[in-house]
């Protein structure tokens, strides 16, 4: 028994420390493909570790905040609340309504993304964090709607009980809104009007340097890779690695897609698609009773 529990902590542990690599990896040939899409020649796939290598060795930079105590602490919080979402992925964390504490867990990493900007007194990023608070209230809400659609209509009352596949047929409502929610989630064109670099110069992070820089950076990759693992477990979860696989790619390849072909929303033009998401996914939720009853 002793020998089972060691070897499941020495599992947990290794499976969350592989997600570091992979996060990076997932993203140094997102940003290659991206370049190839954009008829330029790219990055290496492995730039991403060379980034964040480099900015865990330099120095911080005298920036508006930097003697603040929140604004060398939220970036740290802001990585482990990001991080520890993969407890739910891995099952680590499951009990009856744990879907409640994986809303909570989602909601609080996008409030400390928020609480970065505002930290950083620095007119860009608190810009940043307005945007990004004005769009959490749909966007937020919906995500709320779309998971308690998926747990509502497996019957479950946890994560791990949910073993119905292919929802995204059962619930093409949810399913759509969801895919919009991580592109939110994710800042993918055109849903990235919360950093709008050529804007807002690079939104909440614009006084950020070395380690809380890496640490923002690392985050929003962890970020990316939770949201799509999020995905094929609800709309699909597959029973077989080979399916898996060839799902996370088809998930990743449409995030690309999006990313390389659209142009980004306005402010206003963002509100109003989530207004229109969150009014989805609550018809999505409503229809629910008429399938299950």
Same mark, same amino acid.
């Given at each position: ?6 070897t ?5 542990i290794?499976?969350?420390l592989?997600?570091?690599p ?5 993203d140094?040939?997102?940003?290659k493909?991206?370049?190839?899409a954009h008829?330029?020649?790219?990055? @290496?796939? !492995? ?10 060795e330099k120095k911080r930079?005298? @920036?508006?905040g ?10 740290v919080?802001? !990585?482990l @609340?990001?991080y ?12 009856q309504f744990?879907?409640?504490l ?7 990493? *996008? ?7 505002l930290?950083s007194?620095s007119p860009?990023g608190?810009?940043? *964090?307005?945007r $990004?608070?004005?769009?959490m ?6 995500l709320?709607?779309?998971?308690f *659609?998926f747990?509502v209509y ?14 995204l047929?059962k ?12 592109l939110?989630?994710t800042?993918i064109?055109p ?8 804007e ?6 614009t006084?950020?340097?070395g ?6 950076e690392?985050s929003?990759?962890l970020?990316?890779l939770?949201f ?9 979860n ?6 898996f696989?060839?799902l996370?790619i088809?998930m990743? !390849?449409?995030?690309?897609?999006s990313e ?7 402010? $206003?033009?963002t !509100? ?8 989805? *996914? ?5 229809r629910?009773?008429f399938?299950?009853?």
């Amino acid at each position: 028994m002793n020998i089972h529990f060691y070897t499941n902590i020495v599992t947990i542990i290794i499976s969350m420390l592989m997600m570091l690599p992979v996060a990076l990896l997932l993203d140094g040939i997102f940003r290659k493909l991206l370049a190839k899409a954009h008829n330029r020649v790219g990055p @290496s796939i !492995f730039q991403p570790f060379y980034d964040l290598f480099k900015l865990f060795e330099k120095k911080r930079s005298d @920036s508006a905040g930097y003697k603040s105590l929140f604004f060398r602490v939220v970036p740290v919080l802001y !990585f482990l @609340s990001t991080y520890s979402l993969f407890l739910f992925i891995l099952g680590v964390i499951q009990f009856q309504f744990d879907f409640i504490l994986l809303i909570y867990m989602i909601v609080l990493s *996008s409030a400390l993304y928020i609480l970065l900007g505002l930290v950083s007194n620095s007119p860009f990023g608190v810009f940043g *964090s307005m945007r $990004d608070m004005l769009l959490m209230i749909c966007y937020e809400v919906a995500l709320t709607v779309c998971i308690f *659609s998926f747990i509502v209509y497996s019957d479950v009352l946890s994560l791990s009980q949910v073993n119905q596949s292919w929802l995204l047929f059962k619930l093409p409502l949810v399913s759509i809104c969801m895919v919009v929610i991580t592109l939110v989630e994710t800042r993918i064109t055109p849903f990235d009007t919360t950093d709008a670099e050529p804007e807002i110069m690079g939104s909440v992070e614009t006084e950020f340097s070395g380690r809380s820089l890496g640490l923002l950076e690392l985050s929003r990759q962890l970020r990316f890779l939770f949201f799509i693992l999020l995905l094929i477990r609800f709309l699909f979860n597959p029973v077989s690695a080979v399916s898996f696989i060839i799902l996370f790619i088809l998930m990743f !390849f449409i995030l690309l897609l999006s990313e390389a072909t659209s142009a980004r929303f306005r402010t $206003d033009q963002t !509100f109003n698609w989530l207004i229109i998401v969150l009014m989805l *996914s609550v018809m999505g939720f409503i229809r629910i009773h008429f399938l299950v009853w």
